[in-house]
Every structure is written in C-alpha cells, then in structure tokens.
Nanobody, 124 residues
Framework: VQLVESGGDLVETGGPLTLSCTIS????????IGWFRQAPGEARAGISA????????YYGDDVKGRFTISRDKAKETVYLRMDNLKPEDTAIYYC??????????????????WGQGTQVTVSS
C-alpha cells in the first residue's frame, strides 16, 4: 500500500483546510485509515481514523468538532476537512493504513503503511 498526502498549506487562524490522502494498493475490511500529526519536538499523534469496514469515524479530543474525516472509495482517497484552525494545529500531517483496533483506533503502533506527510502551518 502506498499513500500520498496533499493539501498542506499556510492558513490563518480560524480558517479551513482540507487534506487529501490518495491510496494505491488493496485495503481490506480489517483496515483503518488514519490521520496523524507531528509538531516539532513532539511525538507523532493520532487525530482521526476511519474504519474500512463500515466507515465509522474516530477523533481525538483536541480536534473533535473541528475536523471531519471522510473516504471516497471510488477514488480511494481519504480526506481530512479541518475547520476553525488554531496555531497549535501547526504540524506535519500524515495519513496511514493499518489494522483496525476498535479500542484504540488512532494508536500509531497499529499502522504500518505511511505517506510522506504534508505541512500545515496556522498563523496567529
């Protein structure tokens, strides 16, 4: 499985931005597709995930209500719509494919195929 993120940009506080993750290769119903981010000096953290089986969605507390994950199966693309962006959202954003673990769907350890990342910078 190969993943390519796009859509990262410099945006103002409060602005919207949508990231795309194009996936090539087979995705099974046992997989999840996740979005992660890593700010300088911090560990990579999961922020959202979507189950390949039933498209159930999951969000971290710091993005819930502001970010929306969705999947277009025909285009094999997963999107992350980000609204009301804050300076603390500044990070490199990655998408990844891994095993769906319902108890902790955004745990980076479950993901084994990663994209190269796309930079999101939110100006204050």
């Amino acid at each position: 499985v190969q993943l390519v993120e796009s859509g990262g940009d410099l945006v103002e506080t409060g602005g919207p931005l949508t990231l795309s993750c194009t996936i090539s290769g087979l995705i099974s119903d046992d997989n999840a597709i996740g979005w992660f981010r890593q700010a300088p000096g911090e560990a990579r953290a999961g922020i959202s995930a979507i189950s390949a089986r039933d498209s159930s969605t999951y969000y971290g507390d710091d993005v819930k209500g502001r970010f929306t994950i969705s999947r277009d199966k025909a285009k094999e693309t997963v999107y992350l719509r980000m609204d009301n962006l804050k300076p603390e959202d500044t990070a490199i954003y990655y998408c990844a494919v891994g095993e769906f673990i319902k108890a902790s769907p955004m745990q980076p350890l479950w993901y084994d195929s990663w994209g190269q990342g796309t930079q999101v910078t939110v100006s204050s």
